[in-house]
């Protein structure tokens, strides 16, 4: 079994079930970046560029320049807004 190491947000929200509401824990995109994320940070692995961290949750930078019409569309669709959470990985404590 692979282990990732990412450093999350001590106030950051627990990470919710697969299919449940996005809460902005930050797992997913501190994991490995969307296929958004894939293009604004130039890379497969690691913490998206994109992520940032406010009001104690974290959000898509990309979102949260207010994209509208069609580009606002292909954002939410990129980084899967609104599905529910898709990241199966499993969340422990301190190593």
């Known amino acids: 079994m692979t282990r990732q190491v990412i450093e999350i947000h ?6 919710p079930a697969v299919g449940a509401a996005c809460n902005g824990c930050g797992v997913c995109c501190l994991a490995e970046p969307c296929p958004l994320g894939v293009l604004l940070s130039r890379r497969l692995q690691g913490a998206c560029v994109a992520l940032r961290w406010e009001g104690g949750r974290y959000v898509c930078g990309a979102l949260t320049a207010q994209p509208s019409g069609l580009r606002g569309w292909l954002v939410k669709r990129w980084i899967a807004s609104g599905s529910g959470c898709d990241c199966s990985l499993e969340v422990t404590g301190k190593p």
Do not use: H, V
């Open 10 to 15: 001590p106030d950051a929200p627990p990470k």
